[in-house]
C-alpha cells in the first residue's frame, strides 16, 4: 500500500508498507516491512550510495515511534541495483528525514487504530 509518492516513478520520494506482513509482536508492537523511494541518492560513510530501501519496522503504538530493526538498501531507485543489508542491534528511530512528505502520522494511524485478527485490513 503507497502511503506517500508513487509506486512506479523512481524520481519522487515514495513510502510503502507491505501490509500482507502485519504481525502483532506484543499489545503495544507491530511489525511490518516498510519500502522507501527516495528521489535523490543518499550516502552513508565515505561509500555507500543508495537511492531506496526496505526495511522491517516496529510500530509501537503506547509510545508512538517507529523503528527500523533491519534494512536493505539498494544503490539505485525502485528497489534495483547492488544492495547492501544491514541489521540494528538495537531498533534504530525512524527519522524520515529529507523525505518531500513524512509518513510517520499516517503509518501511525493506520496501524494503532487496528485490531489484530485475521480480519484485519488497511
Not at 1 to 27: A, E, F, H, W
Not at 84 to 108: C, H, N, W, Y
Request: net charge positive.
Amino acid at each position: 500500500m503507497t502511503i506517500t509518492g508513487n509506486k512506479s516513478d523512481g524520481s519522487v520520494d515514495t513510502t510503502q508498507l507491505d501490509v500482507s506482513t502485519y504481525k502483532k509482536r506484543n499489545p503495544e508492537s507491530t511489525v511490518l516491512r516498510f519500502k522507501v523511494n527516495l528521489a535523490l541518492p543518499r550516502k552513508i560513510g565515505d561509500f555507500e550510495i543508495y537511492q531506496s530501501y526496505v526495511s522491517h519496522i516496529v510500530v509501537n503504538c503506547a509510545t508512538v515511534s517507529l523503528f527500523h530493526e533491519d534494512q536493505l538498501r539498494y544503490r539505485d531507485p525502485l528497489w534495483e541495483g547492488p544492495a547492501v543489508a544491514e541489521s540494528f542491534p538495537q531498533p534504530k528511530p525512524m527519522a524520515f528525514g529529507g523525505l518531500t512528505k513524512d509518513p510517520r502520522g499516517k503509518i501511525l494511524s493506520m496501524v494503532c487504530q487496528r485490531k489484530p485478527g485475521p480480519q484485519t485490513s488497511f
